[in-house]
């Protein structure tokens, strides 16, 4: 076997401790299966004092990511700080010190891919990424290699295990959103700001970075609509179930015709779909090829340990040189990718629910604001409410399932029934993934 291969780890939080326990305890397996041994040099932290629970070797630990830089005996750099201020910046400047890179910054390479893949390939060196989309799950491998025989024509995904495990608590155990979500923070799933996954942020992130690999196209977060789980409740969820769906928050990027039709948003999927049967923490990954027809990659897509297995298989790769021939042909960052469709050409059914006033004529105006909008009604929920005592007007949850409609057709009819005065807030509209 050849010298030691000497590795840096840059952020030693939940996956650089996870990346570091599979290279210490799991040391010879690492070594058997990528033909040489592979040495933690350094580990970066921003605070020296707190507690890594992994025992590290006197002068490993570092405040002080020169020292990776400058150091010309390490030979890859495991990049796994978060945000993208100061991670552009050090990404660069290992790549121009000549390290190959594994990270699984997700939201850097959303921001900032095109510039460090060019640069990187400029300078003969490779980015690996596999943990920046779906953790655990090899999902660029299989866009960018195991799919390469097919033109992918959808992606139909749940990317973001925070959400979805919100959803799935709170049908599971009939409980509100504010519940499950101070439950899922209690337990890790969530950050104390959850803002970026339960806004979309995280998964729209991910998106474009798959948009990118399986359809060569190079998109940013503004150029597609994207819509989170925190205006869902309950009850949409039930509606959801009585009907035979499941809302989940779904990333999709898809072929039709010419275009590419791209967005993030909770949807309803028929409850026999392996998507909705993906319940809790996990994601999944719907592939359509044209060859290959439908393939599905489920698993852990976040966690301290599904991520570092991914870093480490990534690590791998650039240790036996895969990676190094790999990068320089994945259609990452070209701009070569169908036209992104306007949103208000996208094609669907959609689910309604409106709390309205319980008297005469309500439904007949709702009706014909849809019909004028040449909106179709395929199906209509109104449960019985117990007779107003005291002649007050009471409201009641409508729902509505539409047949095939654009969504100009339906944020015009939304627009119109914003007016009625029937009609209390919320006003909520899913679209149906058929
Ligand atoms: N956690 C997951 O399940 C998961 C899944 C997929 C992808 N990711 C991505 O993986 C990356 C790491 O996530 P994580 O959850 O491991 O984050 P984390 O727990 O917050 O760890 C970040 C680490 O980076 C260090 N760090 C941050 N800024 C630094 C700086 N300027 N100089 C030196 N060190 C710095 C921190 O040092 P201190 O410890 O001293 O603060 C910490 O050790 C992120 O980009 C994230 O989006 C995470």
Same mark, same amino acid.
């Given at each position: 076997?050849?010298?030691?291969?000497?590795?840096?780890?840059?952020?030693?939080?939940?996956v650089?401790?996870?990346?570091?326990? !599979?290279?210490?305890?799991?040391?010879?397996?690492? &070594? @058997?299966?990528?033909?040489? +041994?592979?040495?933690? $040099?350094?580990?970066? /932290?921003?605070?020296?004092?707190?507690?890594?629970?992994?025992?590290?070797?006197?002068?490993?630990?570092?405040?002080?990511?020169?020292?990776?830089?400058?150091?010309?005996?390490?030979?890859?750099? !495991?990049?796994?700080?978060g945000?993208t201020?100061? &991670? @552009?910046?050090?990404?660069? +400047?290992?790549?121009? $010190?000549?390290?190959? /890179?594994?990270t699984a910054n997700k939201a850097l390479l959303c921001d900032?891919g095109?510039?460090?893949?060019?640069?990187?390939?400029?300078?003969?060196?490779?980015?690996?990424f596999e943990a920046a989309v779906a953790g655990g799950i090899p999902i660029i491998e299989a866009v960018s290699?195991?799919?390469?025989?097919?033109?992918i024509?959808?992606i139909q995904a749940i990317l973001n295990g925070t959400c979805n495990?919100?959803?799935?608590?709170?049908?599971?155990?009939?409980?509100?959103?504010?519940?499950?979500?101070?439950?899922?923070?209690?337990?890790?799933?969530?950050?104390?700001?959850?803002?970026m996954d339960v806004e979309g942020t995280d998964a729209a992130q991910k998106l474009v970075i798959l948009c990118q690999l399986a359809f060569?196209k190079?998109v940013s977060l503004?150029d597609f609509?994207t819509?989170g789980?925190?205006?869902?409740?309950?009850?949409?969820?039930?509606?959801?179930?009585?009907?035979?769906?499941?809302?989940k928050l779904l990333a999709v990027a898809?072929?039709?015709?010419?275009?590419?039709?791209l967005h993030v948003e909770?949807?309803?999927?028929?409850?026999?779909?392996?998507?909705?049967?993906?319940?809790?923490p996990l994601n999944i990954v719907a592939l359509?090829?044209?060859?290959?027809?439908?393939?599905?990659y489920a698993g852990a897509g976040a966690g301290?340990?599904p991520t570092?297995?991914a870093?480490?298989?990534?690590?791998?790769?650039?240790?036996?040189?895969?990676?190094?021939?790999?990068?320089?042909?994945?259609?990452v960052?070209?701009?070569?990718?169908?036209?992104?469709?306007?949103?208000?050409?996208?094609?669907?059914?959609?689910?309604?629910?409106?709390?309205?006033?319980?008297?005469?004529?309500?439904?007949?105006?709702?009706?014909?604001?849809?019909?004028?909008?040449?909106?179709?009604?395929?199906?209509?929920?109104?449960?019985?409410?117990?007779?107003?005592?005291?002649?007050?007007?009471?409201?009641?949850?409508?729902?509505?399932?539409?047949?095939?409609?654009?969504?100009?057709?339906?944020?015009?009819?939304?627009?119109?029934?914003?007016?009625?005065?029937?009609?209390?807030?919320?006003?909520?509209?899913?679209?149906?993934?058929?």
């Amino acid at each position: 076997m050849t010298s030691p291969l000497n590795v840096a780890i840059i952020g030693m939080g939940t996956v650089g401790g996870g990346v570091a326990q !599979i290279l210490t305890e799991h040391s010879e397996r690492c &070594a @058997r299966r990528s033909g040489r +041994s592979i040495h933690i $040099a350094k580990a970066v /932290v921003r605070d020296l004092s707190k507690p890594r629970g992994i025992d590290l070797p006197d002068g490993v630990l570092t405040d002080d990511v020169q020292s990776v830089i400058d150091d010309p005996n390490i030979d890859v750099a !495991i990049q796994l700080m978060g945000g993208t201020d100061p &991670a @552009r910046q050090v990404m660069l +400047s290992l790549l121009e $010190a000549g390290k190959d /890179v594994v990270t699984a910054n997700k939201a850097l390479l959303c921001d900032h891919g095109p510039e460090l893949f060019e640069k990187a390939r400029e300078l003969g060196r490779c980015i690996a990424f596999e943990a920046a989309v779906a953790g655990g799950i090899p999902i660029i491998e299989a866009v960018s290699q195991s799919m390469s025989g097919n033109q992918i024509t959808s992606i139909q995904a749940i990317l973001n295990g925070t959400c979805n495990y919100i959803l799935t608590e709170m049908l599971k155990r009939s409980a509100s959103y504010g519940d499950i979500l101070s439950e899922a923070q209690e337990l890790g799933y969530a950050e104390a700001d959850p803002a970026m996954d339960v806004e979309g942020t995280d998964a729209a992130q991910k998106l474009v970075i798959l948009c990118q690999l399986a359809f060569g196209k190079r998109v940013s977060l503004s150029d597609f609509p994207t819509q989170g789980i925190d205006s869902l409740e309950l009850a949409d969820l039930k509606y959801a179930a009585e009907l035979g769906y499941r809302i989940k928050l779904l990333a999709v990027a898809q072929l039709v015709g010419d275009s590419l039709e791209l967005h993030v948003e909770p949807k309803l999927v028929h409850s026999d779909e392996p998507i909705a049967k993906t319940d809790g923490p996990l994601n999944i990954v719907a592939l359509n090829g044209d060859a290959v027809g439908p393939t599905w990659y489920a698993g852990a897509g976040a966690g301290k340990m599904p991520t570092a297995s991914a870093v480490v298989a990534d690590l791998m790769d650039v240790v036996i040189g895969r990676a190094q021939l790999t990068f320089p042909l994945m259609s990452v960052w070209g701009d070569t990718g169908p036209q992104v469709r306007p949103p208000e050409e996208i094609t669907r059914r959609y689910y309604l629910r409106f709390n309205v006033d319980d008297r005469p004529h309500v439904l007949a105006d709702i009706t014909d604001i849809l019909g004028r909008n040449e909106i179709s009604i395929a199906s209509v929920i109104q449960h019985e409410a117990p007779e107003a005592t005291g002649g007050e007007t009471r409201s009641v949850p409508l729902v509505i399932m539409t047949h095939t409609t654009t969504e100009g057709r339906i944020r015009m009819a939304d627009s119109e029934l914003s007016q009625l005065d029937s009609i209390k807030a919320p006003r909520i509209r899913l679209p149906v993934l058929d």
